[in-house]
């Protein structure tokens, strides 16, 4: 919510000014419009002035702590700009109106534990509507489940229709079940968690890993709402098998590039920020 912030994160001088200008003008013509942002470790103690200004345009504002790696492999998201468990918690705690929604949300989603040990989890990897009530298509003409999962697509930018890959192809993918024993299978809090085939397929390159930082910030927030929660420890030792890791400590643990490439890791803790140049006219 400030030039400087806004354009640390952008790396594009003058986008600050833009955006705003932007945003009036939809809010000018009546464009139905909602206002979202990533909170990182250089912007989130400026969330509560950008929901205000916000509000102040009669939008809704959301924010989200999670943070995926770049689609590119370009860069890894955890050392400088993912939020830990603790701050993201933090987040949360400032704004009532999000607990009271969290905490709805878990009384209504979030089962006992014994049952979900009992029932052992879905049969199926994708219980999302990844492919099922949505889509994307890349610029390259690639039809995709979601915007995360990007290693299976069908091609319509020739021979392939839509139809063929919505009726066909996507429901075999959907069809995967389990071929692990993960803990997120039978964990009474995945509905509460930011992990997903999808970000886990880009975080590590399987769809069926755990996200360890998203797996902290689960249980941050489960005990902020719940209180106590049968068969788990605030600081998700439970499912990760040892000490509590938060986002800041999760990156070494990574596997391998899960964006469709078969680039290794960027390095722990650096930011590889490249904007390309338009190719000369002629």
């Known amino acids: 919510m400030t030039r400087e912030t806004y354009e640390r994160v952008t790396r594009v001088p003058g986008s600050y000014d833009k955006c705003l200008a932007g945003i009036q003008r939809l809010v000018d013509r009546g464009v139905p419009l909602t206002l979202k942002t990533v909170a990182l470790t250089w912007n989130h103690r400026e969330i509560p002035a950008m929901e205000d200004y916000a509000r102040g345009l009669g939008l809704e504002f959301r924010f989200d702590s999670a943070l995926n790696p770049r689609v590119d492999c370009g860069a890894n998201r955890n050392g400088e700009l993912q939020l830990t468990a603790d701050q993201a918690l933090e987040l949360d705690l400032q704004n009532p109106e999000r607990m009271r929604d969290l905490k709805e949300f878990c009384e209504k989603f979030v089962p006992p534990a014994a049952a979900a040990a009992a029932t052992g989890g879905s049969d199926f990897v994708y219980t999302c509507g990844a492919g099922q009530t949505s889509f994307t298509v890349d610029p390259y003409g690639h039809l995709q489940m979601c915007q995360l ?58 769809i069926e890993a755990m996200v360890p930082g998203f797996c902290s910030i689960t249980h941050a927030r489960a005990f902020a709402a719940m209180g106590d929660v049968e068969n788990h420890r605030p600081d998700a030792s439970c499912c990760l098998g040892g000490p509590g890791q938060n986002m800041a400590d999760s990156s070494a643990s990574s596997g391998a590039c899960g964006g469709g490439c078969d680039q290794p890791p960027a390095t722990p803790g650096l930011i590889q920020i490249e904007r390309r140049r338009p190719a000369a006219a002629g």
Request: net charge positive; with cysteine.
């Open 149 to 206: 999962s990007r290693r299976q697509s069908y091609d319509v930018s020739g021979d392939g229709r839509f139809t063929d890959g919505w009726r066909t192809y996507f429901p075999a993918l959907r069809a995967r079940k389990w071929q692990s024993h993960s803990v997120c299978r039978r964990c009474s809090l995945i509905s509460l968690c930011s992990s997903c085939p999808g970000a886990a397929e880009m975080e590590t390159g399987d």
